[in-house]
């Protein structure tokens, strides 16, 4: 690229200021360079004090999630070509609070990732001599498409419910929650029900839909809520009208 | 450099920024606003229940409030506001109907149904449904 790309970016330096604010940086951009290269180069050669997360650099670790023109993005899989003409104008995710420059608080996230026992869980592990937990394609295919999550967070930057109730335990949660439900090999679902069934959880979902559309890796986390939504009322029913069965 | 220039700041208590907002957070992004667009047309369902439920009571009361009803209905005011009603209606029914194959896993021989199979059993069912409506009023 012959001219320059002006990046606007949203600088946020606790010290110094009260309120974030807008930093122009013009960038030398080479024609296959994604956004992350950019900032990269921003910080290198520019303003070393520029803060930002990454790692991989490969659309893997979820990382360097920001919103670019708006749209929250992984910075390493978009193309600087891919938003021009400029300025371009990188924030830092939304919905979570702001540490400084573009690095959010997600500690929130990681707490309610927690809480919903994303990991398989038995009620009795079998001995070793028994062998392993066997499951058929078929079995795997119907969490696998969930179990694409890198835990980016771009959902919940999407999700307008999130930012209004901060409660919500939110798309990836949920969709996470729903992947380990329906692997055969796990047994605890009613204990992940009685936790994403409370108000704060699968109810908090108006089905905006944003968290899917965003998702770079087609996980659809709105599906996974709404298949919950309908799990749940089914499992209400069912209490209802015959309590003697269990759940 | 001195110290902080920000006095609510420390090393060990920093502060977080939280954005504020904005009332018309809706207006962001086209999709925002097509969500709220079909969460307020839910209204409309709303009051063409209550229209419903108005009618069966009236009919209810008797053949002359049965009358007053239908003649309400006649006004050219309502019938404008009737027509608005439908149309927000549709929508509604439209994009809910659309989220269905999200939240709906069918399956058929072991196999999951294709999102547009289980669209189309619900525009069906509303098919069918409308007929039925229709042939109740045709015959009585």
Known sequence: MTEPVTFQIQRYRPEVEDEPTWESFGVPCRSEWMILDALNHIKDHVDGSLSYRWACRMGVCGSCGMLVNGEPVLTCATYVTSVLPGPVRVE????FPVMRDLVSDISDFVRKLESVKPWIVRKSEKSLEEGEYLQTPREMGEYEQYSMCINCMLCYSACPIYELEPDFLGPAVIALAQRYNLDSRDEGSEERMDILSRQDGIWCCTFVGECSAVCPKNVDPAGAIQRLKVTSTVHAFKSLLMPWAGR | MGGPVNPGYTRHHPRWHRRRIPIFWWLEKASYTKFIAREL???????????????????????????????????????????????LLVYHSVTWLSLAPRALVLRFARRRLPGTVVLLMHYAAWLVASAAVLWLLVAG
Do not use: C, K, N
Request: net charge positive; glycine share 8%; hydrophobic share 55%.
């Open chain 2, 41 to 87: 047309t839910s209204l409309a369902v709303g009051y063409t229940a209550l229209v419903l439920m108005l009618q069966v009571w009236s009919l209810a009361r008797g053949p002359e409030s049965y009358d007053r009803f239908v003649s309400w209905l006649q006004l050219r005011p309502v019938v404008a506001l009737h027509i608005v009603m439908l149309g």
């Open chain 1, 92 to 95: 830092p995710l939304r919905g």
